[in-house]
């Protein structure tokens, strides 16, 4: 297959930088079979383990088992409160945000991973174990790309027990939740991180993420200067 | 921000197709610090459990480290090979596979997870715990699918002791290694995965890993009914 050209990268970049965790300004728009499809299928194309393909996508309209999951979020959104019960000003922060669109959203999405899949001898997980729950997520962020591409947005629910998810769903005992996630057109996408907007936290500068040739590596050595010098010239927090 | 268009589409949906798990054909070529940059930054922007941010970036060029990490990887795999001594078949293609390409490749990425980052509280991470692994994952595949714009190669090493990395890139106990990873330009992408081109395993079938309202869910109801049909019409293994 060909090379891709500059336009093609800039929109790529464009659809990365643009995405948003949505948990409000869900409009009523129902999202087409057709646009399903296509965002169901790039998730079915992330790369996996040994190609074991171990996720599974169960589609949500039922208003009865969305309740449920609600009630879930709201139970223990009250147990992450306490937590907090010390510092007055975050917890008042938190209060404050919308942290999920279960309800208002027009569909929801449980992804999960299935162990037994093509399994025993998956190439690669036998050293890493845990390596097909990372395929489940690398195909949980192609379907959050592919969302925004179509002007869909996506919110991420991870204030839900994986013990109501197992009992609402059905599931076997050998299927793990990974993402609960609520997709939907919304008003518009912010500009920014709703957790930055309400000074939660900031984007770290790229520089703090980033070591040369091992943990404590120091960046001055020839080989990287270079690059460190292109990174504190270009801002990369924004 | 605006709408995507339909050509918009097209072109990340060739980038998500496209995409391949690399693992050899790497040419000469070296990454450029742009080109590095703008990798690192969209996989900076991927979505993260309470905004945590939980990864760092290891760039690895250095011959003797990656000497090491080969050594690793050959160890592991020959125990691999141990589990499959029953099945001869099996034994002699996975003995043919090339599974990774650290000393070809121009470049070595360790992602890693830091589970102290922004914590102990972190919005999201309090129910379900490996949520911030989750997220260091997706940042995975934004760098994956950046890099595959940008026309280079990417392979995931999970045939690696993460006892190994520890040691060789000097990682404190509190940090993860969750990824290895080779990047570089190739001599050609190819149409399928590897994997699938040997009849290792072959994609699912779309439909195979779509459930409906639960894990048993019923197709035939009036809501999914249109969708499934959608579904059957369209080649989804492609």
Redesign the interface.
């Known amino acids: 297959?060909g090379?891709?050209t500059e336009i093609?990268?800039e929109?790529?970049?464009?659809?990365?930088?643009?995405?948003r965790?949505v948990r409000r300004n869900f409009i009523k728009k129902k999202i087409s079979?057709?646009v399903?499809?296509?965002i169901?299928?790039?998730a079915?194309?992330?790369?996996s383990?040994?190609?074991?393909?171990p996720?599974?996508?169960?589609?949500?309209?039922?208003k009865k088992?969305r309740l449920d999951i609600k009630e879930s979020f709201s139970k223990?959104r009250l147990?992450?409160i306490e937590?907090?019960e010390i510092d007055e000003e975050?917890k008042r922060k938190?209060l404050d945000?919308k942290?999920e669109g279960i309800l208002e959203s027009n569909l929801n999405i449980c992804v999960t991973y299935d162990h037994k899949r093509?399994g025993p001898?998956v190439?690669?997980?036998?050293?890493?174990k845990?390596?097909g729950?990372?395929s489940v997520?690398?195909a949980?962020?192609?379907l959050?790309?592919?969302a925004?591409?179509?002007?869909i947005g996506v919110g991420?629910?991870?204030?839900?027990?994986?013990n109501d998810l197992k009992r609402?769903?059905?599931?076997?005992p050998t299927?793990k939740p990974?993402?609960y996630l609520c997709l939907g057109y919304v008003k518009?996408?912010e500009?920014e991180?709703d957790?930055?907007t309400v000074n939660?936290?900031s984007?770290?500068n790229?520089d703090k993420?980033?070591?040369?040739?091992?943990?404590?590596?120091n960046n001055r050595n020839t080989?990287?200067k270079?690059?460190n010098q292109?990174?504190n010239r270009?801002n990369?927090s924004a």
């Open positions: 297959m090379d891709f093609e990268k929109i790529f970049y464009k659809i990365i930088f643009s995405r965790d079979n057709e399903l499809l296509r169901l299928t790039a079915h194309h992330a790369p383990v040994g190609y074991s393909q996720w599974n996508f169960i589609l949500i309209r039922d088992s223990e147990k992450s937590l907090l975050r938190y945000l942290l093509f001898f190439i690669g997980r036998m050293t890493i845990e390596a729950i990372y997520c690398c949980i962020q192609n959050w790309l592919a925004r591409a179509e002007n991420w629910v991870s204030i839900i027990s994986n609402i769903l059905k599931l076997p299927i990974i993402a518009n996408f500009i991180p957790l930055q939660w936290l984007r770290l790229l993420v980033i070591n040369y040739e091992q943990w404590n590596g080989q990287w270079g690059f292109h990174l270009t990369t």
